[in-house]
């Protein structure tokens, strides 16, 4: 027979960070709004959750690097929107190259939770208008890969 190895669902006992980014703040709001129903609904504890504050979705890596052994996992949440330059190329492909560096660097799941999009409309459908909330998804894949990682 197979061995089958999954993560579940049962957050009660994780310690979980949770990095949000300053710049579309009405955004972010969003996003740990939905990250935060999703941890409550699957038992998470309120003193074993931490939010930390960036000014930006490029200050996210290290800072992520810096909290990540102190936790379970690691959530980073925000919004890159598109404009009219190409910054939005460079500090989303540093935010998701970084975030990923310090998950593989660390060995603690550091959850991309954040958007890139083109315009506000899309940001917005995003944190629960149209297209679910993705703050909540973030943190699913917390739980379930905190737990699948303690597994292994």
Known sequence: MVKVIEGNLDASKLSIGIIVSR??????????????DCLKRHGAKEANIEVVW?????????????????????????????????????????????IAKVSLDTGVPVIFGLLTTDNLEQALERTGSKSGNRGFSAALTAIELANLSKEL
């Open 23 to 36: 710049f579309n703040e009405l955004i972010s709001k969003g996003l740990l709004d939905g990250a935060m």
């Open 54 to 98: 960036v000014p930006g979705a490029f200050e996210m890596p290290l800072i992520a690097q810096k909290i990540a052994k102190e936790y379970d996992t690691v959530i980073c949440l925000g919004a890159v929107i598109r404009g009219g330059t190409p910054h939005f190329e460079y500090v989303a492909a540093e935010a998701a190259k970084g």
